[in-house]
Antibody
């Protein structure tokens, strides 16, 4: 079964760093890009960026460039999303998703990681 | 930057009825459009890509059409499990969503 398994919920304080993960299984991890999508409480979907796990090449949405870092370790079929200094406004659900070769379409999604940033 | 506008914001229908959801792009986008369904507490699910191609495992009652700036997702006969929020997507942009609720 093709699946993306995300790390568990996180509760952090403003200014702390964080890395969440997304592990792929059931398919060739390096054959599909992985994207990250944010959903703030009660809001819609926002595309953050994507990574090619074969060479770690990344693209970011202008809205998120410089605020987060996307990385991957192909040896363990895992992609990451990280923050160096969290803000309360980073409180959201974060999904990773596999991108179809045709472009930006996302056909397999993780269940999401809830990040809560509060003092 | 392309903006996607979905309408209506909320659609109230009964099971068995036909649902028509709209997504309008601020400029022509050919057919590079997808539709997703999201139920409460769940991740989104890809329904349609390239405007009219059903994703793997998606029932035939879901269909997509359109090109250029105007796109439509049609659910031919609503099942109880179809009541959810629907998003359109072009490249890195999502529409704001249409909530399909039971009347």
């Amino acid at each position: 079964e093709v699946q993306l398994v995300q790390s568990g919920a996180e509760v952090k304080k403003p200014g702390e760093s964080l890395r969440i993960s997304c592990k792929g299984s059931g398919y060739s991890f390096t054959s599909y890009w992985i994207s990250w999508v944010r959903q703030m409480p009660g809001k819609g979907l926002e595309w953050m960026g994507r990574i090619d796990p074969s060479d770690s090449y990344t693209n970011y949405s202008p809205s998120f460039q410089g605020h987060v870092t996307i990385s991957a370790d192909k040896s363990i079929s895992t992609a990451y999303l990280q923050w160096s200094s969290l803000k309360a406004s980073d409180t959201a659900m974060y999904y990773c998703a596999r991108i179809l070769p045709e472009g930006y379409y996302m056909d397999v999604w993780g269940k999401g990681t809830t990040v809560t940033v509060s003092s | 930057e392309i903006v996607l506008t979905q309408s209506p914001a909320t659609l109230s229908l009964s099971p068995g009825e036909r649902a028509t959801l709209s997504c309008r792009a601020s400029q022509s986008v050919s057919s590079y459009l997808a539709w997703y369904q999201q139920k409460p507490g769940q991740a989104p699910r890809l329904l349609i890509y390239d405007a009219s191609n059903r994703a793997t495992g998606i029932p035939a009652r879901f269909s997509g059409s359109g090109s250029g700036t105007d796109f439509t997702l049609t659910i031919s006969s609503l099942e109880p499990e179809d009541f959810a929020v629907y998003y359109c997507q072009l490249l890195i942009t999502f529409g704001q969503g249409t909530r399909l609720e039971i009347k």
